[in-house]
């Protein structure tokens, strides 16, 4: 939100008073006292930033009668092209946006909202007096069950450039690979660099999930269970994350969602590459009409892999890359040295093999 000058606040503060001209008796808000307390500065620079604008032709002054004073004293009103100016303001701030909780809204719809004048709007932005208590909006709720800290990232620039392509434009979102290549890390690094407007909430699928149970925790969340009815009203990213084994009203709810107008929301579900076909909660007619916007992420380049080991000789390297097929959970196991504690897609001999190759040093 752009600061406005002093003399500009007090062009926006008599703008309201410029039907004041010919009265008997004027407001105190129209002398150097009143507009000082408006504006919110002292008195003592009142003076010269009403000369600045008596000067441009912008303000023009006269001795009244004032409510409450004995004696007349000096009030202030716009001229012609101080009303001019004043409009010219408020054009080039109602149109403002400014993020207030979660939500971004424009000074006209706080305006509106709040059924109070441009100036006052502007010096409450200022002081961060405008919350959402006072708009009466829902909070941004920010809840996740998964539990992933997004530490090295490599590569998947290209997938990054397309989610949040279709960030912009699209409802439902499917990120389709096999295990363990980083579908997970992947949504984490994308919440992490767009940083949602919208509440964020991460399901994780895990293996028998019933989508009774999701709608329990929407309720938990929102006061209601009918998801649909919570997209439409309430911002919301929501995400399914290791979707793969599910029962039939799991699928049968999330297809039905891929047809419904779920309003200001959006969808992503991490899917498994193996997801069997009767599990599958989208078609490729759905893909194709852009009802499911669908990215499919395989293992690591070889460079990208590299970057990951690259105190490794370079002939293990080479084979720890074909066992592993640039899989990045089983590359960031080796690194970490925890390979036999991770669910890999690997034999023990596999995993013995590579845990010797990760250990040949340059």
């Known amino acids: 939100?752009?600061?406005?000058?002093?003399?500009?606040?007090?062009?926006?503060?008599?703008?309201?008073?410029?039907?004041?001209?010919?009265?008997?008796?004027?407001?105190?808000?129209?002398?150097?006292?009143?507009?000082?307390?408006?504006?919110?500065?002292?008195?003592?620079?009142?003076?010269?930033?009403?000369?600045?604008?008596?000067?441009?032709?912008?303000?023009?002054?006269?001795?009244?009668?004032?409510?409450?004073?004995?004696?007349?004293?000096?009030?202030?009103?716009?001229?012609?092209?101080?009303?001019?100016?004043?409009?010219?303001?408020?054009?080039?701030?109602?149109?403002?946006?400014?993020?207030?909780?979660?939500?971004?809204?424009?000074?006209?719809?706080?305006?509106?909202?709040?059924?109070?004048?441009?100036?006052?709007?502007?010096?409450?932005?200022?002081?961060?007096?405008?919350?959402?208590?006072?708009?009466?909006?829902?909070?941004?709720?920010?809840?996740?069950?998964?539990?992933?800290?997004?530490?090295?990232?490599?590569?998947?620039?290209?997938?990054?450039?397309?989610?949040?392509?279709?960030?912009?434009?699209?409802?439902?979102?499917?990120?389709?690979?096999?295990?363990?290549?980083?579908?997970?890390?992947?949504?984490?690094?994308?919440?992490?660099?767009?940083?949602?407007?919208?509440s964020v909430v991460w399901i994780d699928v895990y293996p028998g999930r019933r989508w009774s149970t999701v709608k329990e925790v929407m309720r938990s969340l929102f006061g209601k269970s009918e998801i649909l009815s919570i997209l439409r009203a309430h911002p919301t990213l929501l995400i399914f994350d290791g979707y793969y084994d599910v029962d039939d009203e799991f699928v049968s709810a999330l297809n039905s969602l891929t047809r419904e107008e779920i309003g200001p929301s959006k969808v992503i579900v991490t899917m498994r590459t193996d997801t069997p076909f009767y599990n599958r909660f989208y078609t490729l007619a759905d893909v194709a009409e852009s009802r499911v916007k669908e990215i499919k992420i395989e293992g690591l380049p070889y460079e990208e892999a590299r970057k990951l080991m690259p105190d490794v000789k370079e002939s293990a390297f080479k084979r720890i890359y074909q066992l592993s097929r640039g899989n990045p959970r089983i590359l960031s196991a080796l690194v970490r040295g925890n390979i036999e504690e991770e669910d890999v897609p690997l034999m023990p001999d596999q995993i013995h093999l590579l845990k010797y190759l990760a250990e040949q040093k340059k």
Not at 90 to 100: A, H, L, P, S, T
């Open 1 to 198: 939100m752009m600061r406005l000058k002093i003399q500009e606040k007090i062009l926006l503060h008599l703008y309201d008073y410029r039907k004041y001209v010919d009265r008997y008796e004027y407001p105190i808000e129209m002398t150097q006292q009143g507009i000082a307390k408006v504006v919110g500065i002292s008195v003592t620079h009142v003076p010269r930033n009403i000369k600045r604008l008596l000067e441009e032709g912008l303000v023009e002054s006269k001795k009244g009668h004032v409510a409450g004073k004995k004696k007349r004293i000096t009030v202030y009103f716009l001229t012609h092209r101080g009303i001019a100016e004043a409009k010219r303001i408020i054009e080039e701030i109602k149109d403002q946006e400014v993020q207030i909780g979660g939500a971004t809204v424009t000074v006209e719809e706080l305006k509106r909202k709040l059924n109070m004048r441009y100036l006052d709007i502007v010096l409450k932005l200022e002081k961060g007096e405008i919350t959402e208590d006072l708009l009466g909006m829902e909070k941004r709720i920010v809840f996740s069950e998964v539990n992933v800290r997004v530490e090295s990232f490599v590569d998947r620039r290209r997938e990054l450039r397309e989610m949040e392509e279709w960030y912009r434009e699209g409802k439902f979102l499917a990120i389709v690979g096999g295990k363990g290549t980083g579908k997970t890390y992947l949504v984490a690094k994308f919440v992490e660099d767009v940083n949602p407007k919208e």
